[in-house]
């Protein structure tokens, strides 16, 4: 059974970058599909972008060029850099396995609040 | 593309049963058999109940079945129980630049 764990700072001053970790265990990371999805405070579900290792990526077109994914088979870890953040990127953020837009084996989510 | 369409609330007593709906597009939830129901409670991350419209993964209740016709995805919930009671939402794979919708969310009260 595949774990998930997303880590990073809980605070962000705006204009700056936020990122997030997302570390594997339980399988190996190059088994799946990894996705983002953010869920801000009190409100939906957002879909960020997904990545595959062998370099397949594609991210929400609402994000522009703001996101990069990337993922490091040594340590089995997934991550998430997304630049020039504003309050509106005050969100939880989770990491999950994705196939077909169905994500599952999601992590606890982390949360991350864009304030000077 | 805008978001999949839910109730906002719904209601109802243990035992009884319920259906949440999901309206998309023909682009969307009618274009693909890719539909997922997720149950997320407080504080709690998001659990896959339902994908591929139908398929429930291995440790889901038998009480949670999906459905779809044309552009409407439905989730029922039969023989409620209290710990039931939470946030679903629905998503739909889209094929283009969006790969896949969220519904707004249903939170469901059981009673």
């Known amino acids: 059974q595949v774990h998930v764990q997303e880590s990073g700072p809980g605070l962000v001053y705006p204009s700056e970058t936020l990122s997030l970790t997302c570390t594997v265990s339980g399988d190996s990371i190059l088994n799946y599909y990894w996705s983002w999805i953010r869920q801000p405070p009190g409100r939906g579900l957002e879909w960020l972008g997904y990545?595959?290792?062998?370099?397949?990526?594609h991210s929400n077109p609402s994000l522009k060029s703001r996101l990069t994914m990337s993922i490091d088979m040594s340590k089995n870890q997934f991550s998430l850099k997304l630049t020039s953040v504003t309050a509106a990127d005050t969100a939880v953020y989770f990491c999950a396995t994705v196939t077909w837009g169905s994500f599952s084996n999601w992590g606890q989510g982390t949360l991350v609040t864009v304030s000077s | 593309q805008s978001a999949l369409t839910q109730p906002p609330s719904a209601s109802r007593s243990p035992g009884e049963s319920v259906t949440i709906s999901c309206t998309g597009t023909s682009s969307d939830v009618g274009a693909y058999n890719y539909v997922s129901w997720y149950q997320q409670h407080p504080g709690k991350a998001p659990k896959l109940i339902i994908y591929d419209v139908t398929k429930r993964p291995s440790g889901v209740p038998d009480r949670f079945s999906g459905s779809k016709s044309g552009n409407t995805a439905s989730l029922t919930v039969s023989g409620l129980q209290a710990e039931d009671e939470a946030d679903y939402y629905c998503s739909s794979y889209t094929g283009t630049n969006t790969y896949v919708l969220f519904g707004g969310g249903t939170k469901l009260t059981v009673l």
């Open positions: 990545r595959y290792y062998n370099g397949n990526t």
